[in-house]
């Protein structure tokens, strides 16, 4: 399986209030929205299915593993 990049980008379509939410949120937990939604989506995917991403991980969001 080929590597994928670092920093690979993914676009999403947000409304104007989804867009506010992260806004608020981002603001509250001192991050970028791009590091929100990674936070929130890997610890629902961890949660959800008990798995662990492998390798390094970005800081953010008071993550301590």
Do not use: W
């Amino acid at each position: 399986m080929k590597k994928r990049r670092a920093h690979s980008p993914i676009r999403m379509n947000l409304s104007d209030a989804e867009y506010q939410m992260i806004d608020r949120l981002a603001k509250k937990y001192d991050c970028s929205h791009a590091e929100l939604v990674r936070r929130f989506i890997f610890q629902r995917l961890e949660d959800e299915f008990s798995i662990k991403v492998e390798g390094p991980r970005t800081k953010g969001m008071g993550y301590h593993g």
